[in-house]
């Protein structure tokens, strides 16, 4: 096993979709699934092309009511290219025999690699090598080389390089009832260049956005370094145009096909129209040596500044560089320029339609700590959506911003109003967009963009406006409760979906009240708007109190809050994950798991028995402890003391206890939560909790949701967990803290965080921590270690032993 890539050395037809979405190649702008380039859409593969916050809107007639999704479109494939012997079919690999088998993905280059020897139907023998890359330096290029060398055999081989507007989203099962032709083909047609090389293109528009996409190609054949000059001709169909290039081949000299596809949109920059900017692209372009060349130095650069180590385990090596990959691939720096969120499901595939949801509360730290502009950029996203959720909040009623649960391109919800039980396969309500917590997930990101970075114009032009206007949404969402002098938050949902609604509440009455995390991240967000109004200065607090029309008393209003929302307990030390959570039935979750096996999804199940997952004290994912995943102890005490509420140890405890008993851990963010909250006091337990996570991916623990787009949140989230967690990294009043906790698996830790924009090498070995701070420190780093403060100088290191931190070793 290699740290620095994920390997295959079988053909396993049914794992093809889970490879497909593990060896996507992506730049920040554009995915390609890691699908043969010789294979089109089947029962085995799906060749998905995704643009960043390429999306479109079609109506679908469900149980007789129009449904509206927006869906992240598949786009014109770019990358195809097969081959074929003699007068022989086209290549598939489940027409031949194979003899030998490798797939890798080359982590450090960005690269996939396939090396498969075939024996075909007419007996002969041909080693076949395929390279493909995403550029990192020019996200408009998709470079793939087909090498083909034949044993013991010459003759005549055809290769075909198309562009496929063929396309339409199918590539998750239960949305297949769906609209799902989202493309329109404008053009095709042949380009010769002024040397006399054929180009292809093709344009297509989606047919509801109106986004043109324009794409060229150009492929070239080479015997060593010496161009062949093949055969050609172009065959077209509606939707569809390929180069058919033809040449003779001998053994022991193998011949390489190289394709370079380039993609432009209307919206992409400094271009007049999207053909023309492809196809002047690829005829410009240098050979693909000279871009896989300038594609490996971004990668190198971007390892640089993301690479995380830890010794003592190989395979956590690889899967944290393995999604360290896919977090770089789905927000790069060519994404800081774009108007694009943060997908749940990277734009590796379509599931949840490439929404955004509320992960960028476990994607954001890590960049925010290693590429702060990227996050900034995705923030930026949700500031530029404020109109909209603007508008939502006047439609229901109230004021301020209530941003959606699922976004896509306009900022509207496109939350799903039914959605299909594939246990029982009905078509039943959906209310999950009552969960208004995603609004203090933007707002928390915002402030701890700042918080990391000190970038006042953030603060100033965005970050505030979009915190205050949260905080005006849940004051005018919550209500007084006189008698027990207390704000109160009705009608929401919290982060278990489970639970949207009480026992026979009826099929218009849904959502709970005073759902525990949600009060107390209102409580920490009221709180947090006094701390913006102090760092704002004179002139942009009054502009912003002027456009917003924020005056004295609505100020207090929010500060009385910071101290008057209701938490709701239970049994002494219990917080209630809602208000009456404690008088729902309970559930034989092991009698339940023993009768169904996977009970992850156990809503699903219920919902097949007629029964329903409101009825009972069960959790789909970490909800209370969410908080407790969020802020540390003390700080959550103080919080909660703030609120006039106790929160001891025995409390911390107790909760961790209560609910990992009843959580299903239906979603694999619930997996990384546990880890996070139980590594300080429990970490063999800990340990094993992040173990499932990291393994969720590669493994596909959800029984075949990985193959419809890798769990971004979570890949991020497992980064964070090393990046943070265990390094015990946090900032608090502007000093840099370290508290570090490795588990006995790992030997050391390494990593690089930024703070202010500056940044810090970091490593934890046996019972030492080092830190060295760059030379470009204006004064020196402060830096606490186990709540000892160390100044330290730029361009010096500080080492300490975690037994005595308050004394500095000899570097």
């Known amino acids: 096993m290699s740290a620095w890539s994920l390997v295959y050395d079988s053909y396993e037809p049914e ?72 007068d022989g079919p086209w290549l598939s690999l489940d027409d031949v025999e194979i003899l030998r088998f490798r797939q890798a993905l080359d982590f450090r280059r960005g690269v996939v690699t396939i090396e498969v020897d075939i024996r075909d139907g007419g007996g002969r023998e041909t080693a076949l090598g395929v390279e493909k890359f995403v550029d990192m330096a020019d996200p408009h290029h998709i470079g793939v080389s087909l090498t083909v060398e034949p044993r013991g055999w010459q003759g005549r081989v055809e290769v075909r390089a198309d562009l496929d507007g063929r396309v339409t989203n199918w590539g998750v099962k239960r949305y297949r009832e769906l609209a799902s032709r989202h493309l329109a083909t404008l053009s095709r047609g042949e380009v010769e260049t002024e040397d006399g090389e054929t180009l292809i293109t093709l344009t297509a528009e989606t047919n509801q956005a109106r986004l043109r996409i324009g794409t060229a190609a150009r ?129 590796h595939g379509e599931a949840y339609r490439g929404h955004v949801f509320w992960d960028e509360l476990f994607i954001l730290p890590y960049l925010m700590h290693r590429m702060p502009q990227i996050a900034r950029g995705t923030l930026r996203y949700r500031h530029n959506r404020l109109a909209h959720a603007r508008r939502a909040a006047r439609a229901s009623g109230v004021r301020g911003a209530m941003f959606p649960w699922q976004s896509g391109s306009d900022g509207r919800e496109e939350s799903q109003v039914m959605h299909l039980n594939p246990r029982s396969g009905r078509w039943i309500p ?29 603060l100033e032009h965005r970050g505030a406006e979009v915190i205050f206007e949260v905080a005006r949404f849940f004051a005018s969402l ?82 009385e809050m910071s101290r008057k929302l209701k938490v709701p307990f239970h049994d002494g030390t219990i917080i209630s994950q809602f208000e009456g959570y404690e008088k729902l039935k309970t559930l034989d979750l092991k009698a339940m798991a023993d009768k169904y096996g996977n009970i992850q999804r156990l809503d699903r199940i219920l919902e097949a028995e007629g029964d329903s997952a409101n009825n009972y004290q069960i959790s789909k994912q970490a909800d209370v402890l969410m908080l407790f995943y969020l802020f540390s102890r003390p700080r959550l005490a103080k919080l909660f003391e703030q609120l006039g509420y106790t929160l001891s140890e025995q409390v911390w405890n107790d909760n961790l206890d209560y609910y990992r008993r009843r959580t299903t851990n239906g979603s694999t963010l619930s997996f990384l939560v546990h880890a996070w909250v139980l590594a300080r006091t429990r970490p063999k337990e800990a340990w094993d909790y992040f173990l499932h996570a990291l393994n969720s991916d590669i493994t596909d623990i959800q029984g075949g949701t990985t193959k419809e787009g890798i769990h971004l949140g979570l890949m991020a989230g497992t980064i964070d967990l090393v990046q943070r967690c265990l390094t015990g990294f946090d900032i608090q009043d502007g000093v840099v803290h370290f508290d570090p906790l490795v588990p006995e698996t790992l030997s050391a830790i390494r990593t690089r965080v930024r703070y202010h924009n500056h940044w810090l090498d970091v490593e934890v070995r046996g019972d030492a921590l080092t830190v060295r701070a760059a030379e470009t420190w204006p004064q020196p780093a402060p830096i606490a270690v186990r709540g000892h403060r160390h100044d330290l100088p730029a361009g010096q290191t500080l080492r300490v032993a975690l037994a005595d931190p308050a004394t500095a070793l000899p570097a």
């Open 15 to 86: 794992e093809q979709g889970l490879r497909e979405a593990l060896l996507a190649l992506g730049n920040g702008y554009l995915c390609s699934r890691g699908a043969f380039p010789w294979a089109g859409p089947d029962d085995v593969n799906y060749p998905g092309t995704y643009l960043a916050g390429g999306y479109n809107r079609l109506i679908t007639e469900i149980a007789g009511r129009p449904i509206v999704n927006e869906d992240l479109v598949n786009m014109p494939n770019p990358a195809g290219l097969s081959v074929r012997f003699a």
């Open 219 to 347: 492929t070239r054949v080479f015997a060593g370094t010496t161009r062949v000059d093949a055969d050609s001709r172009v065959e077209t169909d509606d939707d569809y145009i390929a180069q058919i290039l033809g040449f003779d081949v001998t053994p022991g000299t193998p011949v390489r096909v190289e394709k370079l596809a380039s993609f432009f949109t209307a919206r992409d920059i400094a271009i007049s129209e999207p053909e023309t900017a492809a196809r002047e692209a690829v005829a410009d372009a240098p050979d693909l040596a000279r871009l896989m060349t300038e594609h490996e130095g971004a990668w190198a650069r971007l390892w640089q500044r993301c690479d995380l180590e830890v010794e003592g385990d190989e395979r956590v090596q690889m899967i944290l560089r393995l999604h360290m990959l896919h977090l770089l691939q789905t927000l790069s720096d060519h994404t800081g320029n774009m108007d694009v969120g943060v997908p749940a499901r990277g734009w």
């Open 430 to 458: 959906d209310n999950t967009f009552i969960q208004r917590h995603v609004s203090l997930a933007i707002a928390y990101n915002c402030w701890k963009q700042y918080e990391m970075t000190g970038d006042r114009g953030f």
């Open 478 to 559: 919550a209500h007084f409760n006189a008698e027990e002098d207390r704000y109160e938050i009705h009608g929401v949902m919290g982060p278990d979906e489970f639970h949207e609604a009480y026992p026979d509440a009826g099929e218009d009455n849904h959502g709970l009240n005073n759902n525990a995390y949600t009060n107390v991240m209102v409580a920490w967000l009221m709180n947090t708007t006094t701390e913006v109004m102090a760092r704002l200065d004179t002139v942009h607090r009054n502009e912003l109190k002027l456009k917003l029309d924020l005056g004295d008393e609505e100020l207090a209003r929010w500060e």
